[in-house]
């Protein structure tokens, strides 16, 4: 199974983006779906998650301005990005769990610069 991220870029401060992940087939038994960032000099950090049964979580630096959203016909989870501010810079990966693997992203660049 892979993992394409898209739609990432340059965007000014206040603007918005619309990364999405699809999968190459679909994936059973998934617990969650989620997105991840990783800034440079920093760890990876948890962004955004859904889970299989409905619930959602996000970390606080993004809680009001970004959105989590699966479609599970197309395989793909999104994530919408508004209000972007520059410490959201960095590259973000979409991440599927199940009982048995973790799979991975290779990663969309998110720059946020005037």
């Known amino acids: 199974v892979q993992l394409v991220e898209s739609g990432g870029g340059l965007v000014q401060p206040g603007g918005s983006l619309r990364p999405s992940c699809a999968a190459s087939?679909?994936?059973?038994?998934?617990?969650?779906m989620g997105w991840y960032r990783q800034a440079p000099g920093k760890q990876r950090e948890m962004v955004a998650r859904t889970f299989s049964g409905g619930y959602t979580n996000y970390a606080d630096s993004v809680k009001g301005r970004f959105t989590i959203s699966r479609d599970n016909a197309k395989n793909t989870v999104y994530l919408q990005m508004n209000s972007l501010k520059p410490e959201d810079t960095a590259v973000y990966y979409c991440s599927v769990t199940t009982m048995k693997y973790d799979y991975w992203g290779q990663g969309t660049q998110v720059t946020v610069s005037s």
């Open positions: 087939r679909r994936i059973p038994n998934i617990d969650a």
